[in-house]
C-alpha cells in the first residue's frame, strides 16, 4: 500500500470527506491521523458539536486506517462515547487498527480538541472486501 498516495487520495476527495473537512495528517500501516475544523453548520442545537458529525469523523478514519493494510474495507458495528462536549476549532482523530483478521478487523478511535482533551472515542468493526488500491 502507498500511503503517501492514499493520503493524497483522500486529501483531494471532493465528496464526504470534503463535505465533512476531514485533512489526513498521518498515515502508517493500520494507522490514520487527520485533523477536521468545527465550523457551525456541524454544530447542534447547544454550540456544540454534533455526535452525527463525530461519529461519522470516527467511522472515515476507522475505514483509512482499514485501507491502509491494503484491504477495501466498510464499517459492520460500531460502539461510540461521547465523554465530554466537543468545543473549540476543531478535532484530531487517532484511529489504530488493534486486530485484523481474515474478513473483519476492529479499529481504536479517538478524538481530541484543540486543547487535546479527549472528547470522544469509538471501537469500529471492519469488513474487509479485498485488496486495496490507493
Known sequence: MDLEKLKEKV???KGYMAYNGIRVTELDTGYCQCWVELSENKTNPHGIA???????V??????IAG???GRS???RSAD???LRP????GFTGKARIVEAGRTTGLCAVELYDDSDTLVTT???ELYFLGSAEA
Do not use: E, K, M, Y
Open 67 to 69: 485501507t491502509t493494510l
Open 58 to 63: 470516527c467511522d472515515s478514519i476507522a475505514g
Open 122 to 124: 469509538g471501537s469500529f
Open 86 to 89: 466537543g468545543r473549540g476549532s
Open 80 to 82: 461510540i462515547h461521547f
Open 11 to 13: 486529501n483531494n476527495d
Open 50 to 56: 454534533h455526535g452525527g458529525f463525530l461519529f461519522a
Open 73 to 75: 474495507v466498510v464499517g
